[in-house]
């Protein structure tokens, strides 16, 4: 069964940093693209960022560029985000997806998702 698994989300003053995990079961995640989506309460879902398969090329909303840093550890089947200078706005339910070797724009392109979790960036 495939799986996908975030955590990593908390509530944090703006400014500080957090690091979200999407952990795969059920397949092998180094031959995936995984991208991160947000959504933020009554607005759409989002791309924030995703890495390719092989060489791993990366990609980041121009919103969070320079911020967020996305990674993946094939050894452990997961991929990071690492979300720095965080802002009010980045407030949403994270989530993660998979879609086979390259990244792409659109949401539907993306066939696994997983529950999301929560970010919460206030003081």
């Known amino acids: 069964q495939v799986q996908l698994v975030e955590s990593g989300g908390d509530l944090v003053q703006p400014g500080g940093s957090l690091r979200l995990s999407c952990t795969a079961s059920?397949?092998?995640?180094?031959?995936?693209?995984i991208g991160w989506f947000r959504q933020a309460p009554g607005k759409e879902r989002e791309g924030v960022s995703c890495?390719?398969?092989?060489?791993?090329?990366?990609y980041y909303a121009d919103s969070v560029k320079g911020r967020f840093t996305i990674s993946r550890d094939n050894a452990k089947n997961t991929v990071f985000l690492q979300m720095n200078s965080l802002k009010p706005e980045d407030t949403a339910v994270y989530y993660c997806?998979?879609?086979?070797?390259?990244?792409?724009?659109?949401?539907?392109?993306?066939?696994?998702w997983g529950q999301g979790t929560q970010v919460t960036v206030s003081s």
């Open positions: 997806a998979a879609r086979r070797a390259l990244c792409a724009n659109s949401l539907s392109d993306f066939s696994s």
């Open positions: 059920g397949f092998t995640l180094a031959y995936y693209a």
């Open positions: 890495i390719s398969s092989g060489y791993g090329s990366t």
